[in-house]
T-cell receptor, first 112, second 116 residues
Framework: GDSVTQMEGPVTLSEEAFLTINCTYTATGYPSLFWYVQYPGEGLQLLLKATKADDKGSNKGFEATYRKETTSFHLEKGSVQVSDSAVYFC???????????FGTGTRLQVFP | GAGVSQSPSNKVTEKGKDVELRCDPISGHTALYWYRQSLGQGLEFLIYFQGNSAPDKSGLPSDRFSAERTGGSVSTLTIQRTQQEDSAVYLCASNSPGGRNTGELFFGEGSRLTVL
């Protein structure tokens, strides 16, 4: 079945460092891909998405490019802030049922 | 309401008791999902509703778990004879305003269940 694999955390960075969180997927067909974020004490919310190959999703300085050839959707940010500390989830949509399949999440901790 | 509302936010119960968790989705959203978030396990899909029907209930872990949705709105997830391994945060999400799937799920803050 469809699945998502993302790098284990925690990822610990200093403020203004470059961030990469790796995500790869296995799917039949051409799913849409998502990054969701869960800030401390809050519910999950959509960070960005891409619906077809080579699309780049971006929001709040974060970017991810849908790479069909490597089945990847890595999350990047050029300069992280303390306020980016959160758990980040990569996900894909099941085209048959519209449900999202999530990775296990990666905790990011940014220190001043 | 403005967002997805879940209750209770916290529930502590004894092993063997039944629990009910409630989800009130965003008004007009036709799709409703239940997920379970366990420590270190990510988000595990449980069941999906489109209107009042559940076309995909493949994630329900056992027959102790059931869910229903009435009036195309509120949903209840019931866990019978709770076990300690049921301890987790149960998340509800909704989508598809007016039946149009936008691909974005809107999540509630979850119901934390602790089974002693």
């Amino acid at each position: 079945g469809d699945s998502v694999t993302q790098m284990e955390g925690p990822v610990t960075l200093s403020e203004e460092a470059f961030l990469t969180i790796n995500c790869t997927y296995t799917a039949t067909g051409y799913p849409s891909l998502f990054w969701y974020v869960q800030y401390p004490g809050e519910g999950l919310q959509l960070l960005l998405k891409a619906t077809k190959a080579d699309d780049k999703g971006s929001n709040k300085g974060f970017e991810a490019t849908y790479r069909k050839e490597t089945t990847s959707f890595h999350l990047e940010k050029g300069s992280v802030q303390v306020s980016d500390s959160a758990v980040y989830f990569c996900a894909l949509s099941d085209q048959n049922t519209d449900k999202l399949i999530f990775g296990t999440g990666t905790r990011l901790q940014v220190f001043p | 309401g403005a967002g997805v509302s879940q209750s209770p936010s916290n529930k502590v119960t004894e092993k063997g008791k039944d629990v009910e968790l409630r989800c009130d989705p965003i008004s007009g959203h036709t799709a409703l999902y239940w997920y379970r978030q366990s420590l270190g396990q990510g988000l595990e899909f449980l069941i999906y509703f489109q209107g009042n029907s559940a076309p995909d209930k493949s994630g329900l872990p056992s027959d102790r778990f059931s869910a229903e949705r009435t009036g195309g709105s509120v949903s209840t997830l019931t866990i019978q004879r709770t076990q300690q391994e049921d301890s987790a945060v149960y998340l509800c999400a909704s989508n598809s305003p007016g039946g149009r799937n936008t691909g974005e799920l809107f999540f509630g803050e979850g119901s934390r269940l602790t089974v002693l």
